[in-house]
Each structure stands twice: as structure tokens, then as C-alpha cells.
């Protein structure tokens, strides 16, 4: 009955391609679509979080800390709720990383402040005795590559549809807007901004003076980017 | 007995030996996993030698019949035989299991992650009711600080001293600097569990000077606090803060929260509120269950009790 499709070996290779992508497509894409989607209360970063994206991955954070709690009672205890795929829609590249020699920090923002991630990027042995995390002391006078955080904004924005400067819904029925600069000038303008009110609670002198005169250090930036993961 | 089958039988043979010998019987046989998986390794080696006898036999034997297909590939052919009917009802019914599995067992009845996630989260919970639900006195101090080393070390310390003015050290009710921060700027981080803030200085009258509390006393009041309601003060105190804290300083239900001494509500309160003082932020820790909270407001009481 099907003698023919033997003698026409391409056409036959070609329709069983056909067959199998089809159901490929049919299965994957409609779920993968739905579990991509931003879940509410998913924004994008800031403009100086990104920056702070940018030194986490600098500084191979992501070797030692997972950002993925999985379904298991004794995670979700420890860090909040499980991840859901779609929060991380705005990581690019998404850092679950694959070892945890510390604590995962997908939720770190809800349990620690500012003050602690001062305290502890400085000297973690200080605060956890025995920590065997290392201190990045350079952080405080590093300066925070806040250009490069822009240019990643308009990139995502333009290729992506990223929604900067559009209303994002929130678990609690409001909306958020997250601001990207038209100009480089605004962006470290807003940058700044965001810089001042995260040292406010810093206790660093030096890093105060630096924010003052307009200059962000990384421990700022990190600090800021640590703060949004929630 | 010819070749073939005499090979058949001792490799057969030396499979069962091998089988048996690799099974560790010490610790698997009462084991009905492994006893299953034992016959299924003596299955597989008689039907293996079966199969491969049958075959080989077949070679041997077999002579060619029936009708060639009309086409051939440079002269290899193909015989036009029927679909063997058991081979066929298989298949049919591979389909229907198929479209039954895609249909209805899978997507439906489906293993799901976040399924078994609450089924566990379930069962781990009610075990932690059944376990925990009623423990009082020093095994509820023991929970408590099994649950301050994991969530609250980090920044109040081993030893709960707040780690040089990190945190607020919790072996003790309060420190100055916090009294007296709540006295100038006043407070307002729902240390009753709702929206109740206090004055800051200027609303806060001392009735025995009828005017408002000056640097002198809110220095001296916030040491008088801070010393565990005693020493001097104790004037500026009962004429500023008693109105509103109590003569005792321990708070009256619903109006002002207890500043003598840690009571369970405002440990609870600042657990699921955080505070924002003159030491710095706490933040909210939401991870912790109803008894949890509980068991580590015990412990905190037991620190400066």
C-alpha cells in the first residue's frame, strides 16, 4: 500500500519530518509560551540592579550560589516559595547556577538588608564564624559599570520588548514602572538616585562620601541587585 | 544431541550460575524487589538462548518460499508476506494504549512536581502539628533556638549580642540609643501588630513640668529605660511615658507595647512587621510557621529573663 513512499525516500524523510515537528510544535510551544510569561510582580531590573547583575556575574557569584529554589519542603522552609519559570523572564542569562557552596539567593531580599550585605561582602567570617565565603573588599572602591547596564536596557528593550517605562501589574492589584533612560545622562542620573538611597543605609563612610560626589562603587550596585531578588 | 543445543544448554547454565553468584542474598532476598528482578534475569536468560536457538536453528534450515515484491533494489527484494497476526493486534493495541496514554493517563493523571511538592509539604506539615502542636516550657525554648541559629544568627549573633550594633542585641530588652531614637523621631514599625505609632518628642508632654520633654530628660529617661526600668529617671518616666507604657513600663494591650521586658506579641509582631530603628532594619521573616514564631519569641524571653 505504501510501496511508494518507500520509492521516494526523500519525499518520505521530508513527511516524517513534517509529522514529528508538528507534534513537537503542538506540544512544546503553548506550554513553553505560558511558563515564559513574567508572573506579576515580575519587573524588570533597574538600571543600576543591572549593574549589579553585572558584578554578581564579574565576580562568579553564581559558582557558589544557586538562584532556584525547587519544590522541597526543606527549601521552601529555608527560602520562601518555590521558583516558577516565568520570574525569570527578565534574566538574561538566567543564573541558577549549579552548586550550592553557600545558600541559594533567589529570595535573599526578603532576609537580609542592606546593612548585612555591607557587612558581610566586607568580611563574611564577621557576621557567619567559619563562613567559608571569601570578602570582596574591593568592591567598595570599584566603580560600577553603570554605561554598560544602560546599553544591556536598550538591547533587551529593542530585541526583547523588555517593558521599561510601561506599567508592570504587582501581586497586590497596583502597577510598577520601571525606568530606563532616554540618554546615557538620565540613565546615570537614575542610577545615582537609586545609588543614594541604598548607601542611606549604608554605614561605610568612604562609600557615602564616593555616592555624595556622584561616583557608585560596586557594593552598591550588588547591593541594589541583591535587595530586588524576592 | 547435536552442537547447537548442547552449547544452548551450557550457556544457559553458566548464566544462571553467574546470576546467582552476583546476587547479594545476605542483604537483598527477603527483599520482593529483588526477588522480582532475580526471576526476571532467570526469564531473560532462558528466552534470550530460546530466541537465539530458534533462529540459528532457522538459518539452518529454512528454505526460501512465497512471492516477491515487484520492486527491488538493485536486486535486493523483499518478500510481499502478511503482517504475522499477533504482531499486528500488538501494534493495534500499542496504538490505543497510545492515544489512551497521551489522551487521558498522562495529562490528567500525570505526575506533576508541584503535586508531589504539596502532598509532602502536607503530610511534613501535619506531622509537625501532631509532633510540635502542643510542646510548652523548655522544649518550646529548645525549637526556639534551633530557629534563631538558622534564621536569626546571622545578623543577631551566637551569642544574640547583635554583633557589634549590627542587630539589636537580644540579651537585653533595649538599648539606649533605641529608646532614645524612639523618643525623638518617634516609632512607627506596628510593634503592636497594626498601625499605632508614637509621637515623636514634640508631642510628648512631661506632666510634672507640664512642657515638653527636653534633651536632659529624654537622656535621662532612655538611660532609665535601657537599665531595665531603674536608676534615675524613673520621675521623667512616670510623668512622660507611664500615661501611655504603664507605670511598670509593660504596656497596655492594643495602646503601647511592652518596654520592660520582651513579652511573646512583640517579638511575634516584629518577626512578620521588621523594624526599622535607630540600629537599623529588620527585615520581615516570612518563612517562619505560627509555632515557629512562637518557639523563638520564647527563646528571645528566655535570654533576658
Known amino acids: ?230 | 544431541m547435536n552442537k547447537l543445543y548442547l552449547g544452548a544448554i551450557v550457556v544457559t547454565v553458566l548464566m544462571l550460575i553467574a546470576t546467582y553468584v552476583s546476587f547479594d542474598f545476605k542483604h537483598g532476598s527477603s527483599d520482593i524487589v529483588n526477588q522480582i528482578a532475580i526471576l526476571g534475569a532467570v526469564v531473560l536468560v532462558i528466552a534470550t538462548i530460546f530466541v537465539v536457538v530458534k533462529y540459528v536453528r532457522q538459518m539452518q534450515t529454512d528454505t526460501v518460499t512465497g512471492e516477491l515484491m515487484d520492486e527491488n533494489w538493485d536486486g535486493v527484494g523483499e518478500y510481499d508476506n502478511p503482517v504475522p497476526t499477533g504482531w499486528a493486534i500488538v501494534f493495534a493495541l500499542t496504538m490505543i494504549w497510545g492515544m489512551w496514554y497521551y489522551l487521558v493517563g498522562y495529562p490528567v493523571n500525570a505526575y506533576s512536581q508541584i503535586g508531589e511538592y504539596n502532598e509532602d509539604a502536607k503530610v511534613l506539615n501535619d506531622k509537625f502539628e501532631a509532633e510540635y502542636k502542643h510542646i510548652v516550657g523548655d522544649k518550646l525554648v529548645e525549637m526556639g533556638e534551633s530557629v534563631y541559629l538558622s534564621n536569626c544568627a546571622a545578623c543577631h549573633g551566637l551569642n544574640a549580642d547583635g554583633i557589634d550594633g549590627q542587630a539589636a542585641d537580644l540579651n537585653v530588652r533595649i538599648e539606649k540609643s533605641v529608646v532614645k531614637d524612639a523618643i525623638e523621631n518617634g516609632s512607627n514599625n506596628h510593634l503592636l501588630g497594626m498601625e499605632m505609632p508614637m509621637p515623636d518628642r514634640n508631642g510628648l508632654f512631661n506632666m510634672n513640668t507640664g512642657a515638653l520633654i527636653t534633651d536632659a530628660e529624654i537622656d535621662a529617661v532612655s538611660a532609665f529605660v535601657a537599665n531595665g526600668m531603674s536608676g534615675a529617671g524613673a520621675d521623667v518616666f512616670a510623668g512622660t511615658c507611664a500615661a501611655c507604657h504603664g507605670e511598670d513600663g509593660k504596656g497596655m494591650e492594643s495602646v503601647s507595647p511592652n518596654i520592660a521586658t520582651y513579652d511573646s506579641a512583640l517579638v511575634v509582631n516584629v518577626i512578620v512587621e521588621g523594624k526599622k530603628g535607630a540600629i537599623g532594619t529588620m527585615p520581615k521573616m516570612e518563612v517562619l510557621n505560627k509555632k515557629q514564631k512562637e518557639a523563638v519569641a520564647a527563646y528571645v524571653q528566655s535570654l533576658s529573663n
Open chain 1, 1 to 230: 500500500m505504501f510501496h511508494w513512499l518507500e520509492k521516494n525516500p526523500f519525499l518520505f524523510s521530508v513527511g516524517v519530518f513534517l509529522v514529528i515537528a508538528f507534534a513537537g510544535v503542538i506540544t512544546l510551544i503553548p506550554s513553553f509560551a505560558e511558563a515564559s510569561r513574567p508572573v506579576i510582580g515580575t519587573t524588570p531590573y533597574s538600571t543600576l540592579e543591572l549593574a549589579g547583575r553585572h558584578v554578581y556575574i564579574k565576580n562568579s557569584c553564581n559558582a557558589c550560589h544557586s538562584q532556584l529554589v525547587r519544590p522541597f519542603k526543606s527549601e521552601t522552609d529555608r527560602y520562601g516559595d518555590y521558583s516558577l519559570s516565568g520570574e525569570y523572564a527578565y534574566d538574561r542569562p538566567f543564573l541558577w547556577g549549579s552548586k550550592r557552596t553557600g545558600p541559594d539567593l533567589m529570595r535573599v531580599g526578603n532576609y537580609r538588608t542592606t546593612e548585612w550585605h555591607e557587612n558581610h561582602m566586607m568580611d563574611p567570617e564577621a557576621l557567619v564564624p567559619g563562613s567559608i565565603m571569601p570578602g570582596y573588599k574591593w568592591m567598595f572602591t570599584n566603580l560600577a559599570d553603570i554605561d554598560t547596564a544602560y546599553a544591556e536596557q536598550i538591547t533587551v528593550t529593542d530585541f526583547f520588548g523588555v517593558p521599561y517605562n510601561k506599567a508592570v501589574p504587582m501581586k497586590d492589584g497596583s502597577t510598577k514602572t520601571i525606568f530606563m533612560g532616554s540618554t546615557v545622562e538620565e540613565a546615570r542620573a537614575d542610577a545615582l538616585a537609586e545609588a543614594k538611597l541604598v548607601a542611606a543605609d549604608m554605614k561605610n563612610q568612604d562609600v557615602k562620601d564616593m555616592v555624595a560626589k556622584g561616583q557608585i562603587p560596586e557594593i552598591v550596585a550588588i547591593i541594589a541587585y541583591m535587595n530586588s531578588l524576592k
